[in-house]
């Protein structure tokens, strides 16, 4: 990427008023991956933040272009590592819209159910992860506690741990494993009782709030025009749930609140997913009793074959909106396709929202943006 | 009663029956300079597995526990890691401070282990000023770490460096004013009289609301002093990645690691000693019977369990709270830490004056 | 906002825009010249289009085609805008002083595609090396190190 001349060069240009300009990443512990920050500090203070990308970038979308519309589903599950599920969710119906797929309904149970245990799943390591950032190492554990439960329903009913790959298009892969209810809800009691311990480590702890609060501050304006969505914006109240304008699969028959927060810094960010994971709780609650029996998996052709034209899907993913544009020929794989990635739009803020804050503010604005870095590479 | 005092004085005794006193003086010079090196090592050793474990134990996990029973040795291994990795030195770094710095931050250490005293007349030097050259050598480990900032020629170490040395600068005010309250109350500023003053019971204590105050003004300076988390701003791994020690490998990060944990063992000993009577065993008003059993557990071990019980809470902060920022940090200090601290020392000359502490 | 009032509002701005309703939304084909006025018009007028959600580029072989999908928070109608360019010196005026999202993801196209943007403040490449050779995403791509034979 870029050579050693020229980050001393950079260094060089832009030192001569005694700015101070560090490559943050692409090997940094807050950056969580290989995300490359050039950062220009006037002592402590932020001046400018320049993303370097490409590090962990495989050209998922060329790679698509040769791959089928049942192969290149599994392909996104390493974009957004954290929310693969939902990732997988998102390239299915879009396969089922443009070939009117019948989808039965048990299938659609389950995957919203698995969809919100991803977005608890990848919540939960983003509080971790956050909190790490900020130099509490403790709360990462707790949140890992619970994690590991999902992870293992996961593994139960999925076999794999994080690149899920449980859909095909029209259904699911295979049906439930036997045990799923039993260990989803033995999840809940578990998530509900130990909900108090990271209000008590985290949110109410006097440091926490007085990194967070007034920290990043991010415009409702300025997050609809940098394309900021899921919880970022929605910390700004921007309304932006696909799961309640576009409702997709079953998400219009269950109640749950959209979380919304003004303050627009930090800690709203904060606290829009930890609220976000409740309401994920509600949802699984009222569905994991009323799982209808049936097939798990629609009729489908063997060779899927998209009729010519255009095609977008979009669906909230952990990390805001999730897009998938497809562009065929009539052909077996895709012509174009592009992947409209929450993390990407959300990365492109970090500049504006940390500019003259300090170094420590940057981790709090990062680590509450919550960057998946294969996902902004892709 | 089991008691290190006798052995001092045999020591002494034999050593001054076969030399001259010139040669008695260097030959116990020698046995302390090696005394004192071993109890860094073996303290190192502890320490480090003490904070494993109580990390662990916090963190709802194991920790280590597969060198040695439970662990035991797994510091050990650790140690023979470091030994037998490469000590790497940065092409452009300035090569004689980045290999002094490490030093210059354990000599720190080890000089400020002269006054303490570990159990019953032992102690390496009873200064008269004890107090005042705990807080005068304490303050010179801010050079070494601002040296080993400069010349590692790394911006995150330059920033690791820059705030360490206003760290510790301003927290040492604090701590200051918090040693000054017990010296007020004891009216002596040598180290085994302030432990003397303490025999019918601790300051923490007998020296009432301002007392108390003094500790937590103690505690929370120090943790800032050893950078310490929540104060840990110049190593602050997730914005800094190891701040002022970022390019120290092998043996020399050995020392620089083992000397956070050998401040910590002084700052909570001396804590221990102010506050909670260092050796003295506790002793309840008339309560003979009592105070009589206390007496038969070995001062050494009283002095140590003070000690390490305030290690444990220093440990405590560490893996609760999050960092703060740079800035708070600083505002904690001059906004609210030091006016407490000049009012409380203000409380405490009054309360000395007029008698009003038991 | 029914597509009609959308389609009625871009003839008056726009005369030689074609527009498609085969599709989910609806699609607005309009020249690159005509493109940086409509969007503008489209952002700041009673359309109200303040969310560009997704900014990419199409390679048909024989042409390129910049592809805009606009919402609304207000009244939540999706639009479809679309430029063609030709292949040899693909070039369009930058919309990232309307929505400051496209910055980054013009960027991108940038380097994927070869398309240049005009007035871009910062027209760099983002992901690739800076002495990387060809555009990636276009059809006649060709890494002989990493093969993708479609």
């Known amino acids: 990427m870029y050579n050693q001349t020229e980050i001393i060069k950079d260094t060089s240009e832009l030192g001569a008023d005694g700015e101070l300009v560090i490559n943050m990443g692409p090997q940094h512990p807050a950056t969580h991956g290989v995300l490359h920050l050039v950062v220009t500090l006037n002592g402590e203070t932020i001046k400018k933040i320049e993303p370097h990308l490409g590090y962990i970038h495989r050209s998922i979308e060329k790679m698509c272009e040769s791959l089928t519309y049942r192969q290149f589903i599994y392909v996104t599950s390493r974009m957004d590592y954290l929310s693969s599920h939902i990732n997988n969710l998102g390239c299915a119906l879009l396969i089922e819209k443009g070939m009117q797929i019948e989808v039965p309904d048990r299938a659609k149970y389950i995957r919203v159910i698995l969809s919100e245990l991803t977005r608890i799943a990848s919540h939960e390591l983003w509080l971790g992860a956050m909190a790490m950032d900020l130099g509490a190492f403790t709360p990462f554990f707790y949140a890992f506690r619970e994690r590991e439960m999902i992870t293992d329903i996961m593994e139960d009913t999925c076999g794999a741990r994080l690149t899920m790959n449980y859909i095909v298009p029209g259904g699911l892969m295979y049906d439930l494993h036997p045990d799923f209810q039993k260990k989803v809800k033995a999840f809940i009691t578990q998530f509900k009782s130990k909900v108090t311990e990271y209000e008590d480590l985290v949110t109410n702890n006097i440091i926490f709030q007085s990194r967070t609060k007034g920290v990043g501050i991010l415009s409702a304006e300025d997050a609809i025009s940098y394309g900021c969505t899921g919880p970022v914006a929605r910390a700004s109240g921007v309304s932006c749930d696909i799961r309640k304008i576009y409702p997709y699969e079953v998400y219009d028959k269950v109640e749950f609140d959209e979380v919304l927060e003004t303050a627009g810094d930090s800690f709203a960010r904060y606290m829009v997913r930890v609220k976000e994971m409740n309401q994920s709780i509600r949802i699984i609650e009222q569905l994991i009793d009323n799982i209808p029996e049936g097939d798990f998996v629609g009729k489908t052709k063997n060779v899927l074959k998209l009729p010519k034209g255009e095609f977008y899907t979009r669906v909230e993913t952990a990390r805001g909106e999730f897009g998938v544009y497809v562009v065929s020929e009539g052909g077996t794989t895709p012509h174009r396709i592009k992947f409209r990635s929450p993390g990407f739009s959300n990365l492109s803020v970090l500049n504006h929202i940390s500019v003259g804050s300090m170094i420590g503010d940057l981790m709090a604005s990062m680590g509450t943006l919550d960057l998946v870095i294969p996902d902004i590479d892709r | 009663m089991f008691s290190l005092e006798g052995i001092t004085t045999n020591v002494q005794d034999w050593l001054l029956m076969k030399f001259n006193p010139t040669m008695a003086l260097a030959i116990e010079c020698v046995i302390v300079i090696l005394l004192s090196i071993s109890l860094f090592a073996l303290l190192g050793l502890v320490l480090v597995l003490m904070e494993r474990k109580v990390a662990a134990h916090i963190q709802i996990r194991l920790g280590p526990n597969r060198v040695g029973p439970g662990g035991m040795f797994q510091t050990v291994a650790d140690t023979l890691k470091l030994i037998m990795k490469e000590g790497l030195v940065p092409d452009k770094a300035d090569k004689f401070l980045f290999n002094l710095a490490p030093f210059v931050v354990m000599m720190v250490g080890m000089l400020l282990l002269a006054p303490i005293a570990f159990a019953k007349n032992f102690q390496i030097w009873d200064i008269s000023i004890g107090v005042l050259y705990i807080s005068s050598v304490s303050s010179l480990s801010v050079i070494g770490i601002l040296m080993a900032g400069w010349a590692s020629n790394n911006k995150y170490s330059l920033i690791g460096a820059m705030r360490s040395g206003a760290q510790i600068v301003s927290y040492e005010l604090s701590a200051g004013f918090a040693v000054l309250t017990i010296v007020v109350l004891t009216g002596s500023l040598q180290i085994s009289e302030i432990v003397n003053a303490q025999q019918n019971g601790w300051w923490i204590f007998k020296g009432h609301i301002p007392a108390v105050i003094a500790f937590v003004l103690y505690i929370i300076a120090v943790t800032a002093e050893t950078n310490r988390a929540p104060f840990d701003l110049a190593e602050a791994e997730s914005e800094l990645t190891a701040g002022f020690h970022t390019e120290y490998s092998g043996m020399r990060f050995a020392l620089f690691f083992l000397a956070e944990y050998i401040n910590i063992f002084i700052v909570c000993a001396i804590g221990a000693t102010l506050f909670f009577g260092g050796w003295m065993p506790l002793h309840i008003g008339n309560w003979e019977a009592f105070n009589h059993l206390m007496d038969y557990i070995p001062s050494s071990v009283w002095f140590m369990g003070k000690t390490f019980f305030l290690i444990f809470l220093i440990m405590w902060f560490r893996w609760t709270f999050p960092r703060l920022r740079v800035d708070q940090l600083l505002n904690l200090e001059w906004k609210y830490l030091l006016p407490i601290s000049l009012f409380n020392l203000l409380l405490v000359a009054v309360i000395a004056i007029l008698g009003w502490h038991f | ?150």
């Open chain 3, 1 to 150: 906002m029914t597509n009609e009032e959308i389609k009625e509002y871009i003839t008056t701005l726009a005369p030689a825009a074609t527009f498609d309703e085969t599709g989910e939304w609806l699609n607005i084909m309009v020249t690159a010249e005509e493109l940086k006025p409509l969007m503008l018009a489209l952002r700041n007028a009673k359309t109200q289009m303040n969310y560009l959600f997704c900014l990419t580029c199409v390679d048909f072989k024989t042409h390129l085609t910049m592809v805009y999908h606009l919402s609304a928070t207000t009244h939540r109608q999706s639009i479809v805008i679309k430029a063609n360019l030709n292949r040899e010196q693909p070039s369009i005026e930058t919309v990232c002083d309307i929505w400051r999202t496209a910055e980054f993801l013009e960027r991108e196209v940038f380097e994927m595609f070869g398309v240049h943007f005009t007035n871009h403040p910062d027209l760099r490449k983002l992901i690739l090396e800076d002495d990387f050779k060809g555009y990636p995403l276009r059809k006649d791509f060709e890494d002989p190190i990493n093969m993708i034979k479609l």
